[in-house]
T-cell receptor, first 109, second 118 residues
Framework: LAKTTQPISMDSYEGQEVNITCSHNNIATNDYITWYQQFPSQGPRFIIQGYKTKVTNEVASLFIPADRKSSTLSLPRVSLSDTAVYYCLVGSGTYKYIFGTGTRLKVLA | DTAVSQTPKYLVTQMGNDKSIKCEQNLGHDTMYWYKQDSKKFLKIMFSYNNKELIINETVPNRFSPKSPDKAHLNLHINSLELGDSAVYFC?????????????????FGQGTRLTVV
């Protein structure tokens, strides 16, 4: 199962774009890349998923280069309410989702 | 409507006691999970069930016994509670990823149960 590496923490200011990069050098051919968001005192919540190139939804964009060994979650114009932990998951198993350490994003006023 | 609901939200108990956490999902999913999040915020899978059958037990002490009376419920019973069991426990559910050949099956998590053993 592919291991992921992402920054432990990041700070940003309101209104800025935030990019969180995740490394997954051992990604397998059929692995998807999925990002979850966890607010304090809540369970993780699915944000976005992609396989290659770029995916965009109402919450975020996900950029995946051709070699797929990394991916970048982009949050446009963050607000205080985007303060959370962001997890990058790759592949996981058929019956388990493997979470790494996550990135603690703190949005400052 | 809450998709995945767990009760109780908070649980404070003494060492040595036995306690249960209940989980229910109304999403029609086949697979359910229990995760433990410790004080360092690492989320670690404990169990997964598919169609009421245990699929994964990640070397969890046998003081922890999950029970799935039907596909919509996965309860967690803990015997002889220890201080180290203090954590937040999350229940989750998803479609059967093996049956659903698409890899983009997302997991839905409950709000968590904060267990404090004193």
């Amino acid at each position: 199962l592919a291991k992921t590496t992402q920054p432990i923490s990041m700070d940003s200011y309101e209104g800025q774009e935030v990019n969180i990069t995740c490394s997954h050098n051992n990604i397998a051919t059929n692995d998807y890349i999925t990002w979850y968001q966890q607010f304090p005192s809540q369970g993780p919540r699915f944000i976005i998923q992609g396989y290659k190139t770029k995916v965009t939804n109402e919450v975020a964009s996900l950029f995946i280069p051709a070699d797929r060994k990394s991916s970048t979650l982009s949050l446009p114009r963050v607000s205080l309410s985007d303060t959370a932990v962001y997890y990058c998951l790759v592949g996981s198993g058929t019956y388990k989702y493997i979470f790494g350490t996550g990135t603690r994003l703190k949005v400052l006023a | 409507d809450t998709a995945v609901s767990q009760t109780p939200k908070y649980l404070v108990t003494q060492m040595g006691n036995d306690k249960s956490i209940k989980c229910e999902q109304n999403l029609g999913h086949d697979t359910m999970y229990w995760y433990k999040q410790d004080s360092k915020k690492f989320l670690k899978i404990m169990f997964s069930y598919n169609n009421k059958e245990l699929i994964i037990n990640e070397t969890v002490p046998n003081r922890f016994s999950p029970k799935s009376p039907d596909k919509a419920h996965l309860n967690l019973h803990i015997n002889s509670l220890e201080l180290g069991d203090s954590a937040v426990y999350f229940c989750a559910s998803s479609q059967d990823r093996k049956r659903d050949r698409r890899m983009n099956t997302e997991a839905f998590f409950g709000q968590g149960t904060r267990l404090t053993v004193v």
